[in-house]
């Protein structure tokens, strides 16, 4: 979607908007499909809503109307999170790592889950310009400085055990823990007004200083926490981080302009020596590397290393001049900032979205009226009357008489015997009595 935004080039638009309804899970819409949910982290969730919320902000074309719309699609993530039964009492408060009370990491609080729905709430509070959002918003950002998550000082730690109250924070900082923070603060920082905004924007810089300081302070960007000159201890998705952290900071500048300079110089020294990177075998001797700090290819290939340098290439591009319209302000000198609702945003939303008002879900049992009770009654007495008759039948040998044609008996008999037919053929059709032996 960036790459579209930045260049234009619909190329892969098509691929792109299939592969984001295929996800959506109905009939909430929320991207918890089926076959997922038992698997599903309240993070990955929360990246396909980044992703939606991504969709409606630069206007990227509106799926057919038959089909859930990028900003109804983020409203849906965001409401399943914020429903009391994802934010327990435990640790005060807080999203857990998981969903699935089975999955290993459901006790475990970290940041990364809490990130992403403050940033997503922050920015539905912007585009939609309801205040609700930010509520939830500022109270994430409370829960994190108070459990010790993040200080004031602008560091982020990765999680916390409930087990023992949030009180063994794990202080390994990843640059998308920081990064994801950081430009939800923007988007505060531009939604909000007066003192309100003096404070977002003290946050930003003390986010801001302390990610360039830690992540960028030897020019190239490194994963700190699992990348070192001589051993890799990052998994395969800590491989990626990179290349979020690039795009959410170019995107930072376009919502607080006093970031600018700062995250320029930092993202232009990074991304040409993630470019030096690509000289791998792979791919006409252009494949990637994962180490930006070594001057070349360092042997480790992969989908992450790919996304990460691509995401950087692509954020620089956030920084031409406004000079193709995309929503930019004209003021900042930033190419497509963020759409709302007000500034040319077309996605539509539902505030019911991922509620369960006004769908109905096949899946889910409805509560029982006067008539149902009624139904199951009248179904009920037929069903004993059904097995009584049929027991009657077997006690007096009624089943094998029957079961000899005694239709073609005359008078009384006959109409008495057709009656006891009927009860006969729904004890046989029914399939629970048969002779045994």
């Known amino acids: 979607m960036d790459y579209w935004h930045y260049t ?35 993070d990955d969730q929360g990246f396909w809503g980044l992703s939606a919320m991504l969709a409606a902000e630069i206007g990227f074309p509106d799926p057919p109307a038959d089909k859930p719309q990028w900003l109804q699609l983020a409203q849906a993530v965001f409401h399943t999170q914020a429903d009391p039964g994802r934010h327990d009492d435990v640790c005060g408060g807080g999203l857990r790592w998981q969903i699935p009370m089975a999955n290993i990491g459901y006790d475990y609080k970290n940041s990364i889950s809490n990130g992403i729905f403050f940033n997503l709430g922050a920015r539905l509070a912007r585009y939609t310009g309801n205040e609700t959002y930010t509520h939830h918003a500022r109270k994430t950002w409370d829960w994190m400085m108070a459990v010790g998550l993040m200080t004031e000082d602008g560091n982020v730690y990765d999680g916390a055990h409930t087990g023992v109250n949030c009180t063994d924070v794990f202080k390994a900082q990843f640059s998308y823990n920081a990064a994801i923070f950081l430009q939800g603060a923007a988007f505060m920082y531009s939604f909000t007004k007066g003192p309100e905004q003096d404070l977002w924007k003290h946050r930003v810089q003390a986010l801001l200083d302390r990610t360039i300081a830690f992540f960028f302070h030897a020019g190239p960007m490194i994963e700190l926490s699992c990348e070192t000159p001589t051993v890799i201890l990052c998994k395969t998705d800590m491989l990626s981080f990179k290349g979020y952290t690039h795009r959410w900071l170019a995107t930072t500048t376009q919502l607080a302009p006093f970031t600018r300079d700062a995250i320029k110089q930092a993202l232009r020294n990074s991304t040409a020596a993630a470019v030096n990177s690509c000289r791998g075998p792979l791919h006409d001797g252009r494949a990637c590397g994962f180490r930006w700090t070594t001057g070349g290819y360092d042997g480790l290939t992969g989908a992450g290393q790919e996304m990460s340098v691509l995401a950087a290439l692509s954020s620089l591009l956030a920084f031409h001049e406004n000079d193709a319209g995309g929503g930019g302000d004209g003021k900042t000198g930033n190419k497509g900032a963020p759409l709302t609702g007000e500034t040319g945003g077309t996605s539509k939303g539902n505030p019911h979205a991922g509620t369960g008002k006004g769908v109905v879900d096949p899946t889910e049992l409805r509560e029982l009226t006067k008539g149902d009770k009624v139904g199951a009654w009248v179904l009920t007495a037929f069903t004993l009357g059904t097995l009584g008759a049929a027991f009657v039948l077997m006690a007096t040998g009624s089943f094998e008489k029957l079961e000899g044609g005694a239709a073609a008996a005359a008078g009384e008999n006959n109409k008495e015997e057709k009656k006891l037919s009927i009860w006969y053929k729904i004890a046989r059709e029914s399939n629970f009595f048969r002779h045994q032996g």
């Open 8 to 42: 234009g080039d619909s190329s892969y638009n098509e691929l792109i908007t299939s592969s984001m309804l295929f996800h959506t899970g109905p009939p909430l819409n929320a991207y918890m499909p089926e076959n997922y949910t038992i698997s599903m982290g309240n």
